[in-house]
């Protein structure tokens, strides 16, 4: 399989193409990235190291009106779409780039796969689309309706409709995938996790949202990356497939355990202000990829987190190159960025 892979500098992309590359031995990947500052530095040269013969990178925006002609040339079998802004803090303080890339840039990448030869297309969506759940609400199937309440929620509900309006007009081959909440090695020190890891090793306050009882629905990053294989592999065109490990906790749950593997004392929990519209709780049913698609989480989260809080315990020097000032002025020398990142130093915590 030819594949094209957007966004595979971030955190859930470069896990898949790890997998992919592993899992196929005769699959080639291309990995289209713009190099935001979410991608690590170090990531294109970590991920060309993998397999350079079935590898390779192409910095380029999702975006760019220009990449018709280029994909057409190459002739893929599939497309992968991971290619977002992610980071909700973000999203608040920076909205217009979020519909640039999550919006304009997937209503771009649907048109370059139909010119392409009409290649089946997977998108990669998230749980956030449904919005807020109460505690006693049943956890949220593919049918239910889409109630986004942040702006990075709203624009990614907004490319999970256009995509589906794509296959029904155009008789596209799309494919959604709604994941919930991440955790693994690789992710960037802004998200939930990451963040609380280096705060807690530099003795740190960890800043909690609000009363910190938000429920999440926690998967590791790997079973994710299976469940859109299966998706891709297997789906039925035109379907919303829900990953989940049926893994719901509430944030300070999670917090605590953190820092209970890292020895770290609950002291260094210190709550502010809750984050505007922040959801209360996320709840996946999974039912239909479990059934149809004989896909099911393999990791369990006592054992995901043991991995993820050692490799972040391994792998200082590669967090502490993105945190802080000097990742910023770094980033801003080395890419011409059109996004500009904006009060990222105000950004300390996310679902
Ligand atoms: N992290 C989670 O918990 C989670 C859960 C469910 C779904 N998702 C979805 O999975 C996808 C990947 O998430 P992630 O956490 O790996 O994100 P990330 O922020 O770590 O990585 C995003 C990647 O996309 C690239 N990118 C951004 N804008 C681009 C553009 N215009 N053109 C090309 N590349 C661009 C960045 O450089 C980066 O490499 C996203 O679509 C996200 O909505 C994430």
Redesign the pocket.
Known sequence: MKLLV??????????FIEYFLKTYPKAHITN????????HPD?PAHLARLDPNRYCFVP?????PMLKSWVKEFKFDAIV???????VDRSILDPDSFV???VM?VQNLLAVAREGGNIRFV??????VYGSLKPTDAPSVEASALDPNSP?AAS?AAADLIALASSRTYKQPVLI???????GPY??PE?LLPLLIANALENKSVPVYGDGLQVRDW?Y?VD?CRGIDAVLQKGKSGEVYN?SACGEAPNITVIKKVLDLLGKPHSLISFVGDRPAHDRRYGLDSTKIRTELGWKPLVSFEEGLKTTVDWYLQNVEWWKKVRGSDYQKYYQANYDQK?VVKNANKSEVN?
Request: net charge negative; glycine share 8%; proline share 0%.
């Open positions: 957007a966004g595979g500098c971030g955190f859930i992309g470069s896990h289209l990235d713009c190099l935001t500052y979410a991608a990531m380029k925006d999702i975006s760019d779409n991971f290619a977002a802004e992610t980071h640039r890339t999550n840039g998108h990669v969506s998230t749980d956030e990075y990614k995938t709604r994941c919930t909440n991440n955790y992710q960037f998200k998967i990053v994710h990953i996004f679902s």
